[in-house]
């Protein structure tokens, strides 16, 4: 490139290099890749063990059953479903995944964030107050009331949650942008991790008294919500 500095040459490489490395979920180079853990009757395909094209069926892209309420017979009162790639082997490199959310009176789905996918919530029964909170510095709130065929979007690594807010149950499905969303639950993550965080660290991350983050810790270590 005559007259163009070679400094911004090699920014400009960089920069695409970057751009391709960080992609999510990138498309597939065949028309499927059905997952596979073992390397039987499986071709290697794009990095990956896929099932031999040959092999493949339709149960292979099926799930029966979504339509059936799921129990909301816990804490709080929450249920999710995903189907996701370990549910769906034909999902793999296909970059979705759903989830059913059953909503029990006053049932809520706690904060949490999906690292790999951004939700599109579409409510099908009932009225969920739903938001996100966005990132440093700002920590802005997005919240919103929805009804039955209202949909709200929750971009992808950010803190969000819906919450049953009537008297009867709710339910809602979700498309999440990748075979393998993720999940991480910040209070139970926080207070119930494996081992422990010192609670030297959160009484002064929270600002809190070391009794109640003891008592945090104790709840949240010993109940799997």
Do not use: W
């Not at 063990?49 to 069926?57: A, H, I, Q, R, T």
Request: hydrophobic letters at 45%.
């Amino acid at each position: 490139m005559k007259g163009v500095p070679n400094y911004l040459v090699t920014f400009a490489l960089v920069a695409l290099a970057c751009s391709v490395a960080s992609a999510y979920d990138p498309a597939p180079l065949q028309d499927f890749c059905v997952a596979v853990n073992t390397s039987t009757d499986a071709a290697f395909v794009n990095g990956n063990f896929c099932k031999d094209p040959k092999l493949v069926n339709a149960n292979d892209f099926f799930f029966q059953g979504l339509n059936i309420p799921r129990s909301t017979a816990n804490q709080v009162g929450s249920n999710v479903t995903l189907l996701n790639v370990d549910e769906i082997l034909g999902l793999n490199t296909l970059g979705v995944s759903l989830a059913r959310i059953d909503f029990a009176p006053y049932g809520l789905n706690p904060p949490h964030i999906h690292p790999h996918a951004t939700e599109i919530f579409t409510v099908l029964k009932g009225t969920v107050y739903v938001g996100f909170v966005t990132s440093n510095p700002d920590n802005r709130l997005f919240t919103k009331v929805l009804n039955a065929g209202d949909v709200f979007v929750f971009p992808i690594g950010l803190i969000h949650f819906q919450f049953n807010v009537g008297n009867t149950n709710a339910l809602a499905f979700s498309s999440l942008g990748s075979q393998n969303p993720g999940r991480i639950e910040i209070a139970s993550t926080i207070f119930g991790s494996n081992p422990l965080i010192n609670p030297d660290v959160l009484t002064k991350a929270f600002q809190l008294d070391k009794n109640v983050v003891n008592y945090l810790q104790k709840q949240f270590s010993s109940k799997n919500i």
